[in-house]
Antibody, heavy 119, light 108 residues
Framework: QVQLVQSGAEVKKPGASVVVSCKAS????????ISWVRQAPGQGLEWVGWISTYNGKTDYAQKLQGRVTMTTDTSTTTAYMELRSLTSDDTAVYFC????????????WGQGTLVTVSS | DIQMTQSPSSLSASVGDRVTITCRAS??????LNWYQQKPGEAPKVLIY???SLQTGVPSRFSGNGSGTDFTLTISSLQPEDFATYYC??????????FGQGTKVEIK
């Protein structure tokens, strides 16, 4: 079945970086882009960015430009999201999701990775 | 960016009730409006895509409607497993998507 499995929870200090991975299976990886969405504790969903698994093109939320980098490894069908210069405002559950359709909806989603930024 | 506003932010309803959630976009999103359900501790799950298309496996009591800037999600007869938070999402500006703030459906 189509599945996205993310890496485990992370605890980081302010100023550090974090890398979250998202392993895809059950479909042709290069045919569907991957988006990343985050959810701060008790809050709603915030789009972080998008990467084409076909050509590596990316698009990031303006507020995170310069701190976020998304990459893919097609040999392992894995997408990665790196976030640098972490602050407590970055504490959130980070989800990856497959973009489906020409004007994409997200299906399925990964299980989420909690990133906690604390001194 | 296109801003998405949902109403209400929360509601209390009983099993069997008809529930309607509204989503308004700050500018037209044409028909590129999707709805997700999220239960505590879980990832969101798509219910409706492109305004009114029911995702495979989603019960027919869920339906979507609307056009342009105004959209609705309706649950025709609320079931115990439907108590959750619902989000609308515009994908007109894919890949730059935006979500509504969410509507929490609670048990009365």
């Amino acid at each position: 079945q189509v599945q996205l499995v993310q890496s485990g929870a992370e605890v980081k200090k302010p100023g550090a970086s974090v890398v979250v991975s998202c392993k895809a299976s059950g479909y042709t990886f290069a045919n569907f882009a991957i988006s990343w969405v985050r959810q701060a504790p008790g809050q709603g969903l915030e789009w972080v960015g998008w990467i084409s698994t076909y050509n590596g093109k990316t698009d990031y939320a303006q507020k995170l430009q310069g701190r976020v980098t998304m990459t893919t490894d097609t040999s392992t069908t894995t997408a990665y999201m790196e976030l640098r210069s972490l602050t407590s405002d970055d504490t959130a559950v980070y989800f990856c999701a497959r973009n489906y359709g020409s004007h994409s909806w997200f299906d399925p989603w990964g299980q989420g990775t909690l990133v906690t930024v604390s001194s | 960016d296109i801003q998405m506003t949902q109403s209400p932010s929360s509601l209390s309803a009983s099993v069997g009730d008809r529930v309607t959630i509204t989503c308004r976009a700050s500018q037209t999103v044409r028909g590129y409006l999707n709805w997700y359900q999220q239960k505590p501790g879980e990832a969101p799950k798509v219910l409706i895509y492109a305004t009114s298309s029911l995702q495979t496996g989603v019960p027919s009591r869920f339906s979507g409607n609307g056009s342009g800037t105004d959209f609705t999600l309706t649950i025709s007869s609320l079931q115990p497993e439907d108590f959750a938070t619902y989000y609308c999402q515009q994908s007109y500006r894919t890949p730059l998507v935006t979500f509504g703030q969410g509507t929490k459906v609670e048990i009365k």
